[in-house]
């Protein structure tokens, strides 16, 4: 694994022209005043003493239940602290398989993987020190890891991340060293998610489970306080100067304060902004999006989400799904396109496979699989035995109806989504029952197998996420399949350090699913953000959720 | 009097511990593991949400479940949530205030503006103010709070830009979600108010009020209106509850901190410890108005003393 020092010219061109292509939604926008518009200056240009001050209102969907990094495991958690917390490294947004590096020097100066890829070893920066005064260095590293994978910790989300951990080692006061009981290659993507954020030891033993109200990190903003469903403040860390390479400017944040404040109802988010209660908002509905990109007052500011798509998950196991021409079928005969037109505005692109585009890994020929054909739709179920010999527009076999049973659940518009599949799937023969569920409920009909088809949409930003939904006997694998090739692509996925190779091996995986049609892929999820034109520099992680807040500032109006 | 106080809080202990295991029982009969939904995305193996579900304590027996939460529940303690790991009765004290605040506010909207348009109705009866102030009864209680207030926000927030769309801080945030909500409330009391007030305005003491000479307003506001308002005390009361729970929408559609924010969730990710809190908390405040409407009643109207 490569050292990594500060960003040489070339890299920060090839940086500039990744931003650029993964963001195309944002040119299309003009004229927008939030787009981050890159100079391709070389390292970070010198703060704007001019662009500092003021105050930002962040508007969230949900208020997180619960915002320790290290155990919950909400995306809502990481929008805040994301500015609370640095991370060892950083994952460059937007970088591919091809090139020369996916991840910059955060509070790891360096890193280094041994030949076995057991023993990740890191060289800390010497010039930090966490919003208490606590310093930063490798046994602060060593008291972070050591809380997470603590079983009473009951983290649900960090412990995970670090796969196959076995012990960390503090080798001197600025290197320290992890080791593995097995090759992880997931582990440097998970080291640059927020919830591996590096917490102040002094911070953690004091408030033991109530850390959660008291957080204690080295990122650009200070945690002030949080009022569950009502506020949670940030203000700026003066003293912060080691921001990672992924920040426009060096040097601590513009704003003086972030306030982020929840607007749980769709409907009613673009007219808070609008009213001015809030500069930034996530999450508009699209259609409210397509009316602020009319009115220059605002600029919208798509962001692709990496990891899976909103898919439906077709059950392998459940009669007459077991016939994988039956499961093709179904592909053909929904028109992807149309539906992600009508529901979600043409705002995100329809999906093609188990990882959504922007995924690292993701394989673009995938998109040439499955185009919606209803001939080929019927062709196929004839073929396996479906007709439809009464004429009442279900097809049947033996006489058995065409009939399947559709778990669904209230978010992601999945039941839009459903109905529209239904009257698609009508025109071949096929009829769709449909149940709606809780969460909780649906998960536990999962389990049973009690379906033929659940919607599904974990995010993530490591293809490695495959392996939870499609490998042999996992909890979450609702496809229920169980192919030996499939797990030995997923596995050794896993094991392989090499991005290029391992991109080779999920091209491999996705290929598959897709030929053994375990799901159908409807659409891209996409963070539909809004802002102010007078809010400027808002960029975003490689998570696609969460904003670098950084580089914001509020234009004089 | 004291008797009959003491004999009500008992059996309002008995309705507590009932709703209690009524809401443990229900709870659990519920599909769907917590334990699940909390690593779902996490992709976490069998075993590994095995142990969680251990350290939730949802692994025991039903029946030890429930003898743990009626002995905590008995002690004062109701728990951790699942999902924050924050105690039980510090979300809710956190919560309460704003939801007591928007509950009450709505309520006086509601009671000053449903007795004054049920009295305005019952002196018009028949005329075209009284069936407009019917109509907008049947409006308040028909039109959902989430169309309402988005409406409203529209109004006065996004186009006249008087008040604040959505939060708390001042008397402006409180405006708009107490009239939406009181208005909900306000219909059924009006409605009430005007039946009640007819029925006595036609009785003999009221003729014989009006045969002595009394001004119009002595006549309906002394001796009318006494005898009218009566059943709507009791209405009162229920309205009081039914706010308290009504807020949910109101919450959301206002970004309003709450309880009913807080169970809504709680109850969609089967939040065991907060749901099972907040029924308890709602069921007491419920007993308690009740309570109160009963002795105020009693206050109120002699005949009921004896």
Redesign the interface.
């Known amino acids: 694994m490569s050292v990594v020092g500060p960003l040489s010219r070339r890299c920060w061109r090839l940086l500039l022209l990744i931003v650029v292509s993964v963001l195309p939604g944002l040119a299309a926008c003009a004229p927008m005043d939030v787009a981050p518009v890159r100079t391709p200056t070389p390292p970070q240009v010198i703060r704007e003493p001019s662009r500092a001050g003021g105050k930002l209102v962040y508007g969230l969907t949900?208020?997180p239940?619960?915002?320790?990094p290290h155990?919950?495991?909400s995306a809502e958690l990481g929008i805040p602290l994301t500015s609370v917390y640095d991370t060892l490294i950083y994952r460059i947004p937007g970088s591919t398989p091809n090139d020369g590096k996916q991840f910059v020097a955060g509070l790891a100066e360096s890193w280094d993987m041994s030949d076995d890829g057991l023993t990740y070893t890191f060289r800390l920066r010497r010039d930090v020190t966490f919003h208490d005064g606590t310093p930063f260095n490798a046994e602060a590293v060593r008291a972070n890891l050591e809380r997470i994978v603590n079983?009473d910790t009951?983290s649900?989300?960090a412990i995970?991340l670090l796969g196959p951990f076995a012990s960390v080692e503090v080798i001197d006061e600025y290197t320290v060293a992890m080791h593995l009981s097995a090759p992880y290659a997931p582990l440097l993507d998970g080291l640059a998610q927020v919830y591996l954020g590096m917490a102040s030891p002094t911070a953690l033993a004091r408030w033991g489970?109530?850390y959660?109200f008291h957080q204690v990190g080295t990122g650009p903003f200070k945690f002030v306080e949080y009022?569950?469903?009502?506020h949670l403040t940030l203000i700026r860390n003066d003293d912060y100067n080691w921001g990672p390479a992924l920040y426009d400017h060096a040097g601590p944040a513009y704003l003086d304060e972030i306030e982020f404040?929840?607007?749980?109802?769709p409907?009613?988010r673009a007219?808070?902004l609008?009213?001015?209660?809030a500069g930034v908002m996530g999450e508009l509905p699209p259609f409210d999006a397509a009316r602020l990109r009319q009115d220059d007052r605002f600029g919208i500011m798509p962001v692709a989400i990496p990891g899976q798509p909103l898919g439906l998950m077709l059950n392998t196991r459940r009669p007459p799904l077991d016939d994988g021409r039956v499961r093709q079928a179904l592909l053909l005969a929904t028109d992807r396109a149309t539906i992600t037109q009508a529901i979600f505005g043409g705002e995100s692109s329809p999906a093609y496979g188990p990882l959504t585009a922007v995924t690292f890994g993701y394989d673009p020929l995938l998109a040439q699989r499955y185009p919606y054909s209803r001939d080929e739709a019927a062709a196929l179920l004839k073929e396996a035995g479906w007709s439809d010999a009464d004429g009442d527009g279900v097809r049947e076999r033996d006489g058995q109806p065409l009939i399947l049973d559709a778990i669904l659940m209230t978010w992601g518009s999945v039941p839009e989504v459903a109905q529209l599949v239904q009257s698609q799937w009508a025109q071949v023969g096929v009829a769709l029952r449909t149940e709606t569920?809780?969460?909780?409920?649906?998960?536990?009909?999962a389990?049973e197998g009690n379906y033929h088809i659940i919607p599904q949409n974990?995010s993530g930003s490591d293809p490695d996420?495959l392996?939870?939904?499609y490998y042999s006997n996992?909890?979450?694998n609702w496809s229920k399949v169980s192919d030996t090739t499939l797990d030995n692509l997923l596995d050794k996925g896993r094991n392989t350090p090499d991005p290029a190779q391992r991109a080779e091996l999920y091209a491999q995986a996705q290929q598959l699913i897709m030929e053994l049609a375990l799901l159908i892929p409807i659409r891209d999820p996409v963070n539909l953000n809004a802002a102010s034109a007078r809010v400027a520099g808002l960029h975003f992680d490689a998570h696609g959720w969460f904003p670098l807040l950084h580089d914001v500032y509020v234009r004089e109006q | 009097m004291i008797i009959y106080v003491i004999r009500r809080m008992l059996a309002a202990l008995a309705v507590l511990w009932g709703v209690a295991s009524v809401a443990f029982l229900l709870l659990h009969v519920l599909p769907g593991d917590p334990a699940e939904a909390i690593l779902a995305g996490s992709g976490a193996s069998s075993a590994e949400i095995a142990q969680i579900r251990r350290q939730l304590g949802l692994a025991d027996p039903l029946l030890v479940q429930y003898g743990r939460y009626l002995l905590n529940t008995l002690e004062g303690d109701l728990g951790r949530s699942f999902f924050s790991n924050r105690p039980v009765m510090l979300t809710i004290v956190e919560q309460l205030p704003s939801t007591l605040e928007l509950a009450t506010a709505a309520l006086a909207v509601a009671v000053a503006l449903g007795l004054s348009l049920g009295i305005l109705a019952a002196l018009r009866a028949g005329a075209w103010i009284d069936r407009a102030v019917m109509g907008v009864a049947v409006l308040g209680v028909s039109v959902p709070v989430f169309w309402s207030g988005l409406l409203l926000i529209w109004i006065f927030s996004v186009s006249l830009n008087w008040l604040p769309a959505t939060g708390t801080g001042g008397w402006q945030h409180l405006v708009m979600p107490a009239a939406v909500l009181g208005l909900v409330g306000a219909g059924p009391i009006a409605r009430l108010v005007r039946a009640s007030l007819l029925t006595v305005l036609r009785t003999d003491y009221i003729i014989l009020a009006r045969a002595k000479g009394l001004p119009e307003a002595i006549v309906v506001g002394r001796h009318a209106l006494r005898n009218a308002i009566i059943p709507s005390i009791a209405l009162i009361g229920l309205q009081a509850g039914f706010l308290l729970g009504g807020t949910v929408v109101t919450e959301v559609v206002f970004a309003r901190p709450g309880l009913g924010r807080l169970v809504i969730d709680a109850i969609l990710w089967k939040d065991l410890p907060i749901v099972q809190g907040v029924v308890l908390l709602i069921a007491a405040i419920y007993v308690v108005i009740n309570l109160s409407v009963d002795l105020v009643s009693l206050a109120l109207d002699p005949r009921l003393r004896q």
């Open positions: 949900l208020s239940s619960g915002i320790d155990i919950n495991a079983p009951q649900q989300k995970f489970v109530d959660q009022v569950p469903n009502d404040r929840f607007f749980a109802d409907a009613g007219f808070a609008e009213a001015g209660d569920l809780t969460y909780p409920a649906a998960l536990q009909a389990r974990f996420l392996w939870a939904y996992q909890p979450f």
